[in-house]
C-alpha cells in the first residue's frame, strides 16, 4: 500500500500538519533533513523516515537539536536542499549556530521548522518562536492548516534558497496535530551533484583576502538586503492576503488564529463589515499593505497564536504611517497573552467589536456528569515502565541513608513524573541537561545532606555530557542516576545512539552510557 505523502499531483489526502510538511518537503526537493524528537514535531522526520529510502532522502535523529541544525547546514552548504525541524524548545538549543549561519549564504535551501506548543500540553514553556525574528533576522512563514503547512513548507525552500539565507516555518499544535485535506503538488526527485559553497568564503576570504571581526558589519549589511528582497518576494508571491472591505473593523491574523476568525466570521454573519489581513509572511512584517488598508480603518482586532508579536508590528507600522487607530488584542488586554488561543474566545472578540450579541457555550448534560464520575489524576508512567522501579529503589535508599534529608534534581523527559505522588523523589526539574550543571551548584552550594541528579538515556546523550565533566573536574560530590529505557521515549519511543538504531531502522553502533561515563 502506498504511503499517503507519496500521492501523485493532484491527489486529496487526509494528512497531520507535520505530515503535510513531510510531503511539502519531497515536493520541496530537499535531500537531508535532521531532527530530534520533541512533541509537536516529531511526526514530521517520522513521516520522511518511512518514505526515505523510495524517494532518496537522508535522515536522521541527531543527538540533539543543535547537532541537528549543524547537520541542515552542512548540507546545504554542499548544495543539498535540507531542512532541521524540531519543537520550540528545541530552537533554544540551535541559536548559536543559527545566528552564525544567518550571515552565510548557501547555494541550496535551508529551512528551519518550528512547532509552537502554546499552553505547554507537552512542553515545559509556551515560548513563542516567531520573536526569532527580531534577533536571527531571518524570514517567517505561518501556515494557517496542513494544506498551507505543505505550500508553505515549498515556499519556504525556494526562498531561502533564493535569497541565500534560512527560512523559519512556524506552526503550533493545533496545525502540527490537525488532520485536514491536502491536494498533493509535484514530487521533486531531483538529485543534486554535492559541491562546497559559501558565500562568506567565496566573497570575503578568497576574493578579498581576509575574514574576522572587520567582515561582519558588511554581512550584517547584506543580511538586512536580504530581509528587504523577502518583502518584496512575499509582496510578488502573494503571501499576505486581504480578504473583505468592511470599514467597521480591521483583523490583522495569521496561522491558526486566522482559521478561528475566518469561522467566527461566517458564524456571526459579519463578513460585509469587516475586513481581514491575512499575514502569511509575518517577518518581514508587510507594514505598507497594513497602512493602506489604515487609510480606510479606524479599529483593529490582532488575533494570533502565542505573544503580542503582530500586534507590536501594527502599532509599530501605525505610527510610522502617522495613522490614528485603535488597536486592540493582547496588549490592550481584549484577549488574554497566555494560554492557547481558542475559537470561542476568537469568536466572542469580533463580536463584542461590532456590538453582536454572542450566547455563551454552556456545557452538555453529559459532560456535566462525565466531570463528576472522572477521577482527578496526574500523568504517570506507562504500565511497565522501568522508571517506577528505579524511583522507588531509589527513595527506599534516600530514606535508609539519608533520613529523608536529600536534594534531587531532575531533567525534562519521562521521570519529569517522578517528582508527582505516589514517588515524589525529585524536589525540581527543568531543561534537558539541567539536572546535572545544577547539581553541581548545589554540591558546591554547602548543603549538608546529599544531592542527586537525575536524567534519562536520550537526555544524557543530548545533553548531559559537558555537565558531567564538569562535575568529574570540578569534584562535585553528587550522585548522577541515570534512568535507561532504550528510547526517547516520552515522544513516542524514537531510538537514539544508545539504541544502536537509526531514524531510518538500520543497523548502527551502539553508544553504551556507562563508557561514556566512564
Known amino acids: 500500500m502506498q504511503h499517503p505523502v507519496l500521492g501523485a499531483a493532484g491527489e486529496r489526502k487526509l494528512l497531520l500538519g507535520n505530515e503535510a510538511v513531510a510531503r511539502g518537503a519531497i515536493e520541496g526537493g530537499v535531500e537531508v533533513a535532521a531532527s530530534y524528537p520533541g512533541t509537536p514535531a516529531s511526526e514530521i522526520l517520522e513521516t520522511l523516515a518511512e518514505v526515505a529510502e523510495e524517494v532518496g532522502i537522508y535522515v536522521e535523529w541527531s543527538t540533539n537539536e543543535m547537532v541537528a541544525w549543524e547537520v541542515a547546514v552542512g548540507a546545504a552548504m554542499c548544495n543539498k536542499r535540507s531542512m532541521a525541524s524540531m519543537k520550540h524548545i528545541g530552537v533554544n538549543w540551535v541559536i548559536d549556530p543559527l545566528m552564525h549561519s544567518v550571515l552565510h549564504g548557501f547555494n541550496a535551501g535551508l529551512l528551519l521548522v518550528s512547532c509552537d506548543d502554546p499552553s505547554g500540553h507537552?512542553?515545559?514553556?509556551?515560548?513563542?518562536?516567531?520573536?526569532?525574528?527580531?534577533?536571527?533576522?531571518?524570514?517567517?512563514?505561518?501556515?494557517?492548516?496542513?494544506?498551507?503547512?505543505?505550500?508553505?513548507?515549498?515556499?519556504?525552500?525556494?526562498?531561502?534558497?533564493?535569497?541565500?539565507?534560512?527560512?523559519?516555518?512556524?506552526?503550533?499544535?493545533?496545525?502540527?496535530?490537525?488532520?485536514?485535506?491536502?491536494?498533493?503538488?509535484?514530487?521533486?526527485?531531483?538529485t543534486r551533484k554535492p559541491e562546497f559553497h559559501d558565500d562568506f568564503y567565496t566573497e570575503f576570504v578568497l576574493k578579498k583576502g581576509f575574514a574576522g571581526p572587520r567582515v561582519i558589519p558588511e554581512l550584517h549589511r547584506i543580511l538586512h538586503e536580504k530581509l528587504e528582497r523577502a518583502a518584496k518576494l512575499a509582496e510578488k508571491r502573494k503571501l499576505n492576503k486581504v480578504e473583505g472591505n468592511g470599514g467597521e473593523l480591521l483583523i490583522v491574523s495569521s496561522g491558526v488564529a486566522y482559521s478561528y476568525v475566518k469561522e467566527a466570521i461566517e458564524d456571526l454573519d459579519v463578513e460585509n463589515r469587516v475586513t481581514v489581513l491575512k499575514v502569511e509572511m509575518v517577518h518581514p512584517f508587510p507594514a505598507e499593505l497594513l497602512q493602506e488598508l489604515l487609510r480606510d480603518h479606524r479599529r483593529v482586532l490582532v488575533l494570533e497564536e502565542g505573544e503580542p508579536y503582530l500586534e507590536r508590528e501594527v502599532k509599530l507600522a501605525a505610527f510610522d504611517g502617522k495613522c490614528t487607530v485603535e488597536v486592540h488584542g493582547k496588549l490592550s488586554g481584549k484577549i488574554r497573552r497566555v494560554g492557547e488561543l481558542n475559537p470561542v474566545e476568537v469568536k466572542k472578540a469580533i463580536a463584542e467589536m461590532l456590538g453582536v450579541e454572542v450566547e455563551d457555550r454552556k456545557p452538555s448534560i453529559g459532560e456535566l456528569e462525565l466531570g463528576e464520575l472522572t477521577t482527578p489524576r496526574v500523568i504517570s508512567f506507562c504500565p511497565g515502565c522501568p522508571h517506577r522501579a528505579a524511583f522507588y529503589a531509589l527513595k527506599r535508599a534516600i530514606n535508609k541513608v539519608c533520613k529523608g534529608r536529600y536534594l534531587a534534581i531532575g531533567d525534562i523527559g519521562c521521570y519529569t513524573m517522578g517528582m508527582n505522588p505516589p514517588l515524589r523523589v525529585q524536589q525540581t526539574v527543568f531543561c534537558m541537561g539541567g539536572s546535572i550543571g545544577m547539581a553541581c551548584g548545589a554540591a558546591h552550594s554547602g548543603l549538608d545532606h546529599p544531592v542527586i541528579?537525575?536524567?534519562?538515556?536520550?537526555?544524557?546523550?543530548?545533553?548531559?555530557?559537558?555537565?558531567?565533566?564538569?562535575?568529574?573536574?570540578?569534584?562535585?560530590?553528587?550522585?548522577?542516576?541515570?534512568?535507561?529505557?532504550?528510547?526517547?521515549?516520552?515522544?513516542?519511543?524514537?531510538?537514539?545512539?544508545?539504541?544502536?538504531?537509526?531514524?531510518?531502522?538500520?543497523?548502527?553502533?551502539?553508544?553504551?552510557?556507562?563508557?561514556?561515563?566512564?
Open 122 to 190: 507537552s512542553s515545559a514553556t509556551e515560548q513563542d518562536n516567531r520573536n526569532l525574528a527580531y534577533m536571527a533576522e531571518i524570514p517567517i512563514l505561518e501556515p494557517s492548516d496542513p494544506q498551507e503547512a505543505k505550500d508553505f513548507t515549498v515556499e519556504a525552500i525556494e526562498i531561502s534558497e533564493e535569497l541565500r539565507v534560512p527560512v523559519l516555518l512556524r506552526l503550533v499544535t493545533r496545525v502540527a496535530h490537525t488532520r485536514g485535506d491536502v491536494v498533493l503538488g509535484e514530487l521533486r526527485r531531483e
Open 453 to 518: 541528579a537525575t536524567a534519562g538515556d536520550s537526555t544524557f546523550l543530548h545533553a548531559c555530557i559537558p555537565g558531567l565533566i564538569n562535575a568529574a573536574y570540578n569534584k562535585a560530590k553528587l550522585l548522577f542516576h541515570i534512568l535507561d529505557n532504550e528510547a526517547t521515549a516520552m515522544t513516542g519511543f524514537q531510538p537514539h545512539p544508545g539504541t544502536g538504531k537509526t531514524a531510518a531502522g538500520r543497523e548502527a553502533r551502539k553508544i553504551r552510557i556507562e563508557d561514556v561515563a566512564r
